[in-house]
């Protein structure tokens, strides 16, 4: 682990996974929709959004996605981590009250270039609502001992 408590890539293996959660309010899709510029009424008018196939509000597909960036940056490969892509397929609205667990789970790592591609889920109860893969760019304790390596061997003696 890192001093962040995030995975260094040397610690990453193939099957890992880690899950966050989080229950979608009506708040939240208020702010994204003021953050994001995305006031799109079948997210913000209940009258509208009665009228569409979903039969009322839904939440921001962003807002709901936002939910694995957090299982990244907090869980897997944790703090440090830098993300790079992702993919997302969009399977089933989620609604206000709704709690979102985004599930992501190691399936390649690529060592040479600090990389890692996680499959991500997100599930409402039994419901797949989202899923995709991202690639994320890990720390590594290899590369800092290299580098403090590198500065001690450089620095300047002091007399």
Known sequence: MNDSNGYDIEDLK???TATFAKTVTEADIVMFAGVSGDV????INEEYAQTTQFGG???????????????????????G???????LNFRAPVRPGDTVHATVRVSEIFMDKRRV????VCRVRDTVVIDGEA???????????KAAAKNVTTAPSVV
């Open 135 to 145: 690639l994320i760019y890990a720390t590594s304790s290899a590369a800092r001992a």
């Open 117 to 120: 591609l996680l499959e991500t």
């Open 81 to 87: 981590s830098v993300y790079m892509k992702q993919s």
């Open 40 to 43: 799109n009424a079948i997210h």
């Open 14 to 16: 193939v099957g890992m």
């Open 57 to 79: 509000r839904i939440a921001h597909g962003m807002l709901s996605a936002s939910v694995i960036s957090a299982a990244i940056a907090t869980q897997l490969p944790g703090p």
